[in-house]
T-cell receptor, first 116, second 115 residues
């Protein structure tokens, strides 16, 4: 299989706090991972591409100081939402390419972030 | 830049009826095409994909999609749907411009199957 997990599945935090979301590839190595954001009843929007051992590449309009990405190993990427505000409330989804096969992304189950 | 259009935001259908979910894309270079399914409160699952070769691709649960280059379409079909097929379906494209790595998604089509 190609299983991607995310933790936590749900998180509620107060405005101004930081939240870390983990994305793990459980049964394969992922050189590249992707972070998406999905608003209610809307499509997924790519936020950034995370490469193991190097800096993430952010899409236009995404604040890199707001959404910190660390891809420290071939099976783990983390997204930290710093100083979260209510407008950051969303569904965050990660995906990964399996090994060197870059044609297909496998998605995690998502993390529902609610900022009060 | 690539774009994906899913004109139908919602498709209601009765159980055992056929269904077609439409997807059109825009790209000036070679593309890969994907259909993903999202069940309530879950992440996306790959349903099927077209990379090359036969233009008709099938999934294990009875869905199929046909790549039509001249019409720039990749419509998803199933001859007989089940209640359990109720979900959100996303069409996505990647292109040679980004090494086929970045996915661009359509806005999704909610398939509602009723008894």
């Amino acid at each position: 299989g190609a299983v991607v997990s995310q933790h936590p599945s749900r998180v509620i935090c107060k405005s101004g706090t930081s939240v870390k979301i983990e994305c793990r590839s459980l049964d394969f190595q992922a050189t590249t991972m992707f972070w998406y954001r999905q608003f209610p009843k809307q499509s997924l929007m790519l936020m950034a591409t995370s490469n193991e051992g190097s800096k993430a590449t952010y899409e236009q309009g995404v604040e890199k100081d707001k959404f910190l990405i660390n891809h420290a190993s071939l099976t783990l990427s983390t997204l930290t939402v710093t100083s979260a505000h209510p407008e950051d409330s969303s569904f965050y989804i990660c995906s990964a390419n399996r090994d060197l096969n870059t044609d297909t992304q496998y998605f995690g189950p998502g993390t529902r972030l609610t900022v009060l | 830049a690539q774009s994906v259009t899913q004109l139908d935001s919602q498709v209601p259908v009765f159980e055992e009826a056929p269904v077609e979910l439409r997807c059109n894309y825009s790209s000036s270079v070679s593309v890969y095409l994907f259909w993903y399914v999202q069940y309530p409160n879950q992440g996306l699952q790959l349903l099927l994909k077209y990379l090359s070769g036969s233009t008709l691709v099938e999934s294990i649960n009875g869905f199929e999609a046909e790549f039509n280059k001249s019409q720039t379409s990749f419509h998803l079909r199933k001859p007989s749907v089940h209640i359990s097929d109720t979900a959100e379906y996303f069409c996505a494209v990647s292109s040679m411009n980004t090494g086929f790595q970045k996915l661009v998604f359509g806005t999704g089509t909610r398939l509602l199957v009723s008894p």
